[in-house]
């Protein structure tokens, strides 16, 4: 692999800086790697590097890593002969090779305290082990450019209260019964009156500002009020009065799925969880309000004949936006012609948080008339919405986040990406109280993955049989039951941490989270904007943590052009946690002392850290291939980066030794493969063979599946 390899010189007492550009003389063993190093390079070892003009991403400095050292080339005493080097992938996947002058450079900039190469004895067990150095040939963190930004405002609340709503009793009481609301929402006072009056509305509002009532009392309020009262059977089967469609894949809408002082509006959720069989049996029962996602709505259209729209007059469409981003809109035709079809006129509300060109799109065509609500300081509040997608087109690109959202961002190198998140976790959850942590990744694989590092290395031992850090997973390949159960428990804990995909990004509405990490940056800002919406909901504070690279840095300006402003947070202030947890101490002939100025104690704490994390995965071939798993879910997703912003996420400026090492993985993989599983589409699957094609020559199968497994 391509990594250089540390021993911790815990005798010396000279402070290493992060990223230090101090010159320092290179020692025999650098000067002897070098030399090897750079004959390996001419004599052809490297041949198989895309060359300049191939690469066609980004070339600013940072994304550029400096080549590292291989591990086995540097005589250790436990390695004193050097090996043959490994086929590293990293060293392909480098866009540039550093010349010799600049390999020289990354070379000397390790420190006094860092220049040796060797072992050490860390962690609980004492074991000695060799790590591959965490802080050496890093990329520098440049300066981070904050544009000016001007931030939405919207207000959450009015000081209007329910009781001024033409509505039935009940449901006054019931609502307040529900959410301890004694003001309207500003969203829930600008569209409750429209859609009480009958008309279309779309309505953009920030995330956890009270959407799902704000359309949730005037359906149950007009469809209570229906004369004769409605029946949810009869000898023809179901008939849904309204359908309401959600990305959401949780169910967690306690404000539609009772209707409990109307006992004979039924509502029903059919999200897959269970076997068709149960579903047709559910909705033959007969369900009023059909609480549902377009691909299963659709799997009924097509295979239950007992489901009938002639009944139809509320058609909702909740994260409208995401609907359609998802490829929904196949399905979305389907459903619209088969309610357009039949039945009576029909009312129509699109919502969703981020107003996109897709949202104005489906307003103009699936709509008459609709109202456009926006709430918002720098809105019109509501307008009519004109049937020219442009002008809606020009707003969508303006995001508003919570008022008392606080939004940071840290630049963390690849390789330091896992003791980082794994301290911010420790530092939320461990020595500060009461978090409750939402970390979102970009695959199942890695959500799977994580959770089994972090139960084993973080999680501590069982106090009253708890452990002392819960974590939870949330993922699309959990069933439903799972998901909910999830949910529901993660819901209630005091403190947690949930570990996620994309998932749990949209319509979930979890009390008291305190703080939002995006370990892997969305592929949208849009999704930015609902991923920290989990957090600082109704008024609430909350935080948000998003992690880049520093070759990644640019997705702050693309944030910012969304009118979203992070604030930096430094990687060395959340290493600085390992200082107070003893589990991660260097043990040996120094035990009990100091081992030196602070910042390197972090460092070498981050080390025994990542060394624990190492030991876990090479503890069996299992965990091996877990994290192999893992990182080639992670690859696959860094490739489905949509085109506009492939100048900043392109595979082709990954360090994959570096990202390997962010898996916990000592070796640069071999034999990793993008699967049959891999069909995110010709386009990504073009892409992906174009990067294999590009670095390794391969012949790639028909059908698009590439296989990586070195050369
Ligand atoms: N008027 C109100 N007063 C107090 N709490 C309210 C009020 N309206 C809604 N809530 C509560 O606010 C929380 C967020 O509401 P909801 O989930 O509807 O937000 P949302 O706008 O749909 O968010 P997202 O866009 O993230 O899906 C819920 O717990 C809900 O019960």
Redo the contacts with the bound molecule.
Sequence with gaps: MAEDTLMLNLSSDTAPACHSKSYQRPTSQEKWALKKAQKRKYSGIQKGLPNKQQFNGPKTKDQQPPEDMEEEDVPTHKNPVRKPAPKDAAKALSPETPKPAQRFKAQTKMTQKSKHVGEHKGGEDGVFIKTSSLFRNNPDIPDVHRPAVTQLKEKV?TSDS?AELDLHPHLINRHSL????????S??KETIPVLLSGQDAVVR??????????YGIPLVQSLQAVEPKIKHWDVMGSFPLAVCLLYCTVP????LSSCQPFTWIVPGVLMGGEKRKAEKARLRKGINILITTPGRLVDHIKNTLSIAFSAVRWLIL??ADRILDLGFEKDLTVILNSLNATGPPRQNVL???TLTDGLSRLAVISMKEPVSIQVGENSEGINNLTPDPTTVRGKSDRFAVPERLQQHMVVVPSKLRLVCLAAFILSKCKFEKGHKIIVFVSSCEAVEFLLILFNAVLSGPKAKQQPLLSFFRLHGNMKQEERTEVFQEFSLCKTGILLCTDVAA??L?M?QVTWIVQYNPPTTPAEYV?RV??TA??GAKGSSLLFLTPAEMSYVTSLANHNISLSEMKMEMILSTLMLDDRFKVRGKYDGKSSGAPEQEVQERATVLQTEFENVVHNDNNSVQAAKRALQSFLRAYTAYPSNMKHIFHIKALHLGHAAKSFGLRDAPQGLSLGPSFDRGEQAVARVVDVLDDLYGLPVASGGVGVLEGR
């Design positions: 609340f329910f529900y959410t301890n609301a004694v003001f309207l929402g969203v829930q509002s920030q995330t956890g500002s009270g959407k799902t009532l704000a967690s809408f306690p404000s909740d994260e919502l969703s948080a949209r319509g509405d009390p609902h919406g989990r909901r109704i």
